[in-house]
């Protein structure tokens, strides 16, 4: 699996994604101006890269239960 490019690109994207909201939790839990400056963008930003996560996700079942590779 690990040989299988999407299957790739589909761990990186859940990263990022995990990486965001990390960062979104960790502001909320310290607070202050870095919270009031950055949280709507963080959850803006979390929630269009879990979008595209969730896509390559199905894609990548999608071709997989097809057969390919």
Do not use: C
Not at 18 to 43: S, V
Request: proline share 1%; hydrophobic share 60%; charged share 15%.
């Amino acid at each position: 699996m690990l040989n299988d490019p999407l299957f790739i690109v589909v761990a990186i994207a859940v990263l990022i994604v995990l990486g965001i909201l990390l960062t979104g939790i960790g502001g909320f839990a310290r607070g202050g101006e870095f919270n009031k400056k950055h949280a709507n963008r963080l959850m803006r930003w979390r929630i269009y890269a879990q979008f595209i996560a969730v896509v390559l996700i199905l894609l990548f079942v999608f071709i997989r239960s097809q057969g390919g590779n």
